[in-house]
């Protein structure tokens, strides 16, 4: 019984996200983890109509 309610206070933890143009062709998505303060940066940038996925910086600093 306590595994389920430590997986289910897990599965509550939502993730937050914000995103922001950083120019017309980047787009930078900054995650949020809600109990361990780090953040993790995905930049896209647009290629013709469509968008991909150029960088993903980690919080390794935080990590250790």
């Given at each position: 019984e306590q595994q389920q309610t430590q997986a289910?206070?897990?599965a509550k933890?939502?993730?937050s996200y914000r995103?922001?143009?950083q120019s017309f062709n980047r787009f930078t998505v900054e995650i949020?983890?809600?109990?361990k303060l780090l953040s993790i940066n995905v930049i896209l940038q647009r290629q013709g109509?469509?968008?991909k996925?150029?960088?993903i910086v980690l919080p390794?600093?935080?990590?250790k």
């Open positions: 289910g206070a897990q933890e939502k993730l995103g922001k143009y949020h983890h809600p109990q109509l469509s968008w996925v150029t960088q390794i600093e935080q990590l």
